[in-house]
């Protein structure tokens, strides 16, 4: 099992930047696909990044590609999410999750709030 | 971008008795390894989605027998038999067989 832990969400002007972490405990973190998701008031979740187990090879929805940047640290067993240029529709809580062992196993933390707002 | 559609949107169960939510999925989840990247998730008002089913009919660990998936291709299925006051919430399917993964609107299931 992993527990996953973010922080780093906060109220934030458009136009602004934010780094979120995401802390990982137990032995399977290096297994893990990671994703980043959110969801915003009220929406259906919806991907923002994703990241192999070797942090090499990631992913991003067309909406924050150019702007967001996910890596994955197995060392320091944590993974995080660079915000750049945020924008309104940006406002969402963002779940750190865990996809091991051919997706078999599957782990949540309790998200983390980021606004968007002047 | 594949979309899926889940029906119905709003589901009002009575406590005791089955119910059933299909997910459609605009082209077919089966991935060149054979499986099928289908999933099933619960989520509770304020709390994080939990993982229910994994890869169409596959229970997680923890989630009681009442719960099963079904399907194939394009047409799948959850069904809940013998529903307790604690199955309230908002059921969503998704697919991680496709770039970008995606997730379904939603089954808001509720007790009659």
């Known amino acids: 099992e992993v527990q996953l832990v973010e922080s780093g969400g906060r109220l934030v002007q458009p136009g602004g930047s934010l780094r979120l972490s995401c802390a990982a405990s137990g032995p399977i973190f290096r297994r893990c696909w990671m994703s980043w998701i959110r969801q915003a008031p009220g929406k259906r979740p919806e991907w923002a990044a994703h990241?192999?187990?070797?942090?090499?090879?990631?992913y991003y929805v067309d909406p924050v590609k150019g702007r967001f940047t996910i890596s994955k640290d197995n060392v320091e067993n944590s993974l995080y999410l660079q915000m750049n240029s945020l924008r309104v529709d940006d406002t969402a809580v963002y779940y750190c999750?865990?996809?091991?062992?051919?997706?078999?196993?599957?782990?949540w933390g309790q998200g983390t709030l980021v606004t968007v707002s002047s | 971008d594949v979309v899926l559609t889940q029906s119905p949107l709003s589901l009002p169960v009575t406590l005791g008795q089955s119910a059933s939510i299909s997910c459609r999925s605009s082209q077919s989840l089966l991935y060149s390894d054979g499986n099928t990247y289908l999933n099933w998730f619960h989520q509770r008002p304020g709390q994080s989605p939990r993982r229910l089913i994994y890869?169409?009919?596959n229970r997680d660990s923890g989630v009681p027998e009442r719960f099963s998936g079904s399907g194939s291709g394009t047409d799948f299925t959850l069904r809940i038999s013998r529903v307790e006051a604690e199955d309230v919430g908002v059921y969503y399917c998704i697919q991680h067989t496709y770039w970008p993964h995606t997730f379904g609107p939603g089954t808001k299931v509720e007790i009659k």
């Open positions: 990241t192999n187990p070797d942090g090499r090879d990631k």
């Open positions: 999750v865990c996809w091991a062992d051919q997706a078999s196993l599957n782990f």
């Open positions: 890869k169409v009919f």
